[in-house]
């Protein structure tokens, strides 16, 4: 039987793209959907070609079981770029279900606010000489769940928001396919 996968994105959808094309030809796993809070964000147009459903939600309903059972049946839930905060009936009712990517060595630059472009003016500013990513189950709080994988990269004197971004989607983009798939098998 297939494994099943819900991919929360509220952006362009990269990190999406990228375990969709990973998991294509699989038949050990699905992407049973995709999950946005952004009626405009990039992921939508990026799977409108597929079979896969888009459903777009707001905040109001995030937290309501109401909507639950359309994810009931999925074996991870993956957040890859999702920007609102999970609530606490929801990670309970997923509880070890639920991972998240974030773009820094948790857990330094973690919790509210730090997201995208924020974490990288302040490990630039902070002068690191590294950074990377951070796969991990998501709990109640914000960016302090149980670490699964990290990943490096190093900085130079030079680095600036956009060449670390890069290296970041870099770093994402080869390992969140594998770490899923190592979670689901």
Known sequence: ????IA?????SGSNAQRIFEYFKDSEQVEIACIITNN?????????RKTNIPVLIINKSILGLDTWHTLIQEVDLIVLAGFLLKIPESFVQKFKNKIINIHPSLLPKYGGENMYGDNVHFAV???????SGITIHFVDEGYDTGKVIFQATCTLNELETVDSLKEKIHALEHEHFPQVIA???A
């Open 7 to 11: 991919i929360f994105a509220s952006g």
């Open 39 to 47: 009626s405009k964000a990039g992921v939508i147009e990026r799977f």
């Open 124 to 130: 630039i500013a902070n002068r690191e000489a590294e």
């Open 1 to 4: 039987m297939r494994k099943k």
């Open 182 to 184: 190592h979670l689901l």
